[in-house]
């Protein structure tokens, strides 16, 4: 098989603030195939996007990432200095962020800070430079490109501003791209506008894409394989197809049930009870056990690795230990 | 390649013949409606070209003394009267436009460079460096900042030189503070993390992306800086470790005629309407900007 283009393995990131040291990221393990979409799905603070500030290196003071190997096409990058890691950032690994209204910066025209970016990388002049902006303007869709590079951002909608902020990380033509929550501040027909247009980038040109979101739904669209974070740590793991028809871990479950659906006529809407433990607060036993419904003693005492749970899909989960506790899951779907 | 779907109309807010306005622009235009804004930026321009034109307008020399017009109250020769060396005081209250003016500018070109600059290091950077500029800053706004003026003066010297060089160092913390809170808060915003995504080094970052979003504020406390400048610079020459004779400054003016307060009161009126006329008009024109520029350029 093919060498993955971004391995992350043992990755550990924490933040050290008053209240002692906070391990946001807590050995994470995961790879990224050329030309493959992965989606990482967990609530608000599970540890994805500082997964994701990790892989760039972005991360500052209090955190810091304590452990672990981040191989980009065979070189680990944690081993980078800040120098070589500026020219991987955006030429090899682009991101995009969650707020369109606020990653552009308002007191600049729009072909500016496009330029920018391709100037810093490409070291081409200034017109080339504006030409292959225009190009990448068009290829994210945008009409009347050439007239857009002028102006400024206040006068573009939400929509627009995602495609120019795509068009920003995709025009130096990065190996892969991070897109963190980028749909989640948008209206829902431009959503799916710009997930199209985000899977077509990928057909096209062969970018790895890292999604970054807690929309099952986006998720169900766009990825090939699927990570679940939970409080820091990787829960499951598999193929989209896998996980979305058999779910391995209670928490997958409760998120895939936790879906509205609009065939089933539902009085009220299934929610995983409780909240996200802040990340450290739980010692021992698995972080999910205090809201899980199939928690038993050893839930709270021990705390699982991820296991096989069958096809190569992953879960951490101690169910998974023996056969007959697994099937209690099975039963809980059907 | 395959192009994607056209927008519909709705994405497209801007109409085709609208012209790109700047943030900057649309400042202009709310400035624009501010009346006592626009009073303030004429009497600024009324000082300005007096400095210029100093030479044209003025109807005599600052030292063309007539000691046989000592103190003659304000007449058709003399529109604001004469000084105990029988000057004409309309000239020198003219030519000593340009020298608060200069004091004025350039004190706070000085303070506002240098503060920004150590604004911009220690809130971009935070931490160590931080807190040592931020402290220093604590420790020179500790004292009265005359006090601090004249003790620099009393170090290199009374000129209007080193009151201009006393003016610049006292406003520095002013400026280093109001650009350090600034940087903090557009240190967080997503288009810096965008920046830093893109690959770009953290001195671009300052001075491509952190300082034009700080420029508002500092563009506001410059003006305003301005008066007080203005203001300080005639106080250090009334005591005597600015300006020195005979040079036309309005507080010199001030000191040197108030003797004669009583038998020539339009010796010392005429300077003290010009220092008001000057810092009122800054302070308008300061108020405007603010009103303008500090409800956050981008809407």
Same mark, same amino acid.
Request: overall charge neutral; glycine content about 8%.
């Given at each position: 098989?093919?060498?993955?283009?971004?391995?992350?393995?043992?990755?550990?990131?924490?933040?050290?603030?008053?209240?002692?040291?906070?391990?946001?990221?807590?050995?994470?393990?995961?790879?990224?195939?050329?030309?493959?979409?992965?989606?990482?799905?967990?609530?608000?603070?599970?540890?994805?996007?500082?997964?994701?500030?990790?892989?760039?290196?972005?991360?500052?003071?209090?955190?810091?990432?304590?452990?672990?190997?981040?191989?980009?096409?065979?070189?680990?990058?944690?081993?980078?200095?800040?120098? @070589?890691?500026?020219?991987?950032?955006?030429?090899?690994?682009?991101?995009?962020?969650?707020?369109?209204?606020?990653?552009?910066?308002?007191?600049?025209?729009?072909?500016? @800070?496009?330029?920018?970016?391709?100037?810093?990388?490409?070291?081409?002049?200034?017109?080339?430079?504006?030409?292959?902006?225009?190009?990448?303007?068009?290829?994210?869709?945008?009409?009347?490109?050439?007239?857009?590079?002028?102006?400024?951002?206040?006068?573009?909608?939400?929509?627009?501003?995602?495609?120019?902020?795509?068009?920003?990380?995709?025009?130096?033509?990065?190996?892969?791209?991070?897109?963190?929550?980028?749909?989640?501040?948008?209206?829902?027909?431009? @959503?799916?506008?710009?997930?199209?247009?985000?899977?077509?980038?990928?057909?096209?040109?062969?970018?790895?894409?890292?999604?970054?979101?807690?929309?099952?739904?986006?998720?169900?669209?766009?990825?090939?394989?699927?990570?679940?974070?939970?409080?820091?740590?990787?829960?499951?793991?598999?193929?989209?197809?896998?996980?979305?028809?058999?779910?391995?871990?209670?928490?997958?479950?409760?998120?895939?049930?936790?879906?509205?659906?609009?065939?089933?006529?539902?009085?009220?809407?299934?929610?995983?009870?409780?909240?996200?433990?802040?990340?450290?607060?739980?010692?021992?036993?698995?972080?999910?056990?205090?809201?899980?419904?199939?928690?038993?003693?050893?839930?709270?005492?021990?705390?699982?690795?991820?296991?096989?749970?069958?096809?190569?899909?992953?879960?951490?989960?101690?169910?998974?230990?023996?056969?007959?506790?697994?099937?209690?899951?099975?039963?809980?779907?059907? | 390649?395959?192009?994607?779907?056209?927008?519909?109309?709705?994405?497209?807010?801007?109409?085709?013949?609208?012209?790109?306005?700047?943030?900057?622009?649309?400042?202009?235009?709310?400035?624009?409606?501010?009346?006592?804004?626009?009073?303030?930026?004429?009497?600024?321009?009324?000082?300005?070209?007096?400095?210029?034109?100093?030479?044209?307008?003025?109807?005599?020399?600052?030292?063309?003394?007539?000691?046989?017009?000592?103190?003659?109250?304000?007449?058709?020769?003399?529109?604001?009267?004469?000084?105990?060396?029988?000057?004409?005081?309309?000239?020198?209250?003219?030519?000593?436009?340009?020298?608060?003016?200069?004091?004025?500018?350039?004190?706070?070109?000085?303070?506002?460079?240098?503060?920004?600059?150590?604004?911009?290091?220690?809130?971009?950077?935070?931490?160590?460096?931080?807190?040592?500029?931020?402290?220093?800053?604590?420790?020179?706004?500790?004292?009265?900042?005359?006090?601090?003026?004249?003790?620099?003066?009393?170090?290199?010297?009374?000129?209007?030189?080193?009151?201009?060089?006393?003016?610049?160092?006292?406003?520095?913390?002013?400026?280093?503070?109001?650009?350090?809170?600034?940087?903090?808060?557009?240190?967080?915003?997503?288009?810096?993390?965008?920046?830093?995504?893109?690959?770009?080094?953290?001195?671009?970052?300052?001075?491509?992306?952190?300082?034009?979003?700080?420029?508002?504020?500092?563009?506001?406390?410059?003006?305003?800086?301005?008066?007080?400048?203005?203001?300080?610079?005639?106080?250090?020459?009334?005591?005597?470790?600015?300006?020195?004779?005979?040079?036309?400054?309005?507080?010199?003016?001030?000191?040197?005629?108030?003797?004669?307060?009583?038998?020539?009161?339009?010796?010392?009126?005429?300077?003290?309407?010009?220092?008001?006329?000057?810092?009122?008009?800054?302070?308008?024109?300061?108020?405007?900007?603010?009103?303008?520029?500090?409800?956050?350029?981008?809407?």
């Amino acid at each position: 098989m093919e060498q993955p283009v971004l391995n992350v393995s043992g990755l550990e990131t924490h933040f050290f603030t008053d209240d002692g040291e906070i391990p946001a990221v807590d050995s994470v393990d995961f790879h990224v195939n050329k030309g493959e979409v992965l989606g990482i799905v967990g609530e608000s603070g599970s540890g994805k996007s500082v997964t994701s500030l990790s892989i760039m290196q972005l991360i500052s003071a209090p955190g810091k990432v304590v452990g672990g190997e981040i191989s980009y096409k065979g070189e680990n990058l944690l081993l980078k200095s800040e120098k @070589q890691m500026r020219k991987i950032r955006g030429n090899e690994i682009g991101m995009i962020f969650q707020e369109p209204m606020t990653s552009l910066n308002p007191v600049f025209k729009i072909g500016n @800070q496009l330029v920018e970016g391709i100037r810093i990388h490409k070291k081409w002049n200034k017109k080339d430079s504006w030409a292959h902006a225009i190009k990448f303007l068009k290829l994210v869709g945008l009409p009347r490109a050439e007239e857009l590079m002028n102006e400024y951002p206040h006068q573009l909608s939400g929509g627009m501003r995602q495609r120019v902020m795509i068009a920003m990380a995709m025009a130096c033509e990065p190996d892969v791209l991070i897109a963190d929550e980028p749909t989640t501040a948008l209206d829902v027909t431009i @959503q799916a506008q710009i997930l199209e247009l985000m899977k077509r980038l990928n057909n096209e040109t062969n970018t790895s894409i890292i999604m970054i979101t807690h929309d099952l739904g986006v998720v169900a669209e766009m990825c090939d394989r699927i990570v679940v974070m939970y409080s820091g740590k990787i829960v499951e793991q598999g193929t989209t197809k896998e996980i979305f028809e058999s779910p391995k871990h209670p928490y997958t479950i409760g998120l895939i049930e936790s879906v509205p659906d609009v065939r089933s006529r539902k009085e009220r809407l299934y929610s995983i009870p409780g909240n996200v433990p802040k990340p450290g607060s739980i010692k021992t036993g698995c972080h999910f056990a205090p809201r899980c419904k199939f928690a038993f003693d050893k839930c709270f005492e021990e705390t699982p690795e991820l296991m096989d749970a069958g096809q190569g899909q992953l879960a951490r989960c101690w169910l998974h230990e023996d056969k007959e506790k697994a099937a209690l899951l099975e039963k809980v779907e059907s | 390649m395959a192009e994607i779907a056209p927008q519909k109309q709705t994405n497209v807010p801007k109409q085709p013949d609208e012209e790109v306005i700047s943030p900057w622009r649309e400042a202009w235009k709310g400035f624009r409606r501010n009346k006592l804004a626009m009073v303030g930026m004429g009497i600024v321009l009324f000082f300005i070209l007096l400095a210029i034109f100093a030479g044209v307008i003025a109807p005599e020399g600052i030292n063309d003394q007539k000691l046989s017009e000592r103190l003659q109250s304000p007449s058709a020769s003399h529109w604001f009267g004469t000084d105990d060396f029988g000057r004409d005081i309309l000239s020198r209250i003219i030519y000593g436009a340009r020298i608060s003016l200069w004091v004025g500018f350039f004190a706070v070109l000085g303070s506002a460079a240098i503060g920004s600059l150590l604004g911009l290091i220690a809130g971009y950077y935070g931490r160590m460096v931080d807190t040592i500029i931020s402290r220093i800053f604590d420790i020179m706004l500790a004292f009265p900042s005359i006090l601090l003026a004249i003790a620099v003066v009393a170090v290199l010297g009374p000129s209007l030189r080193n009151a201009l060089i006393a003016i610049a160092i006292i406003n520095i913390p002013n400026f280093g503070r109001l650009v350090r809170s600034r940087v903090l808060s557009v240190k967080q915003e997503e288009y810096v993390m965008a920046a830093r995504a893109v690959g770009m080094r953290d001195t671009r970052i300052i001075f491509s992306h952190v300082l034009p979003n700080s420029l508002a504020p500092i563009i506001v406390q410059g003006t305003l800086a301005i008066a007080t400048a203005i203001l300080e610079a005639a106080a250090l020459s009334f005591l005597g470790l600015g300006a020195q004779a005979p040079q036309p400054e309005w507080g010199k003016m001030l000191a040197d005629s108030r003797q004669y307060i009583i038998q020539a009161p339009w010796t010392v009126f005429f300077p003290g309407l010009a220092i008001m006329l000057t810092v009122l008009g800054f302070n308008l024109l300061g108020d405007g900007l603010r009103d303008a520029l500090d409800p956050k350029m981008k809407k």
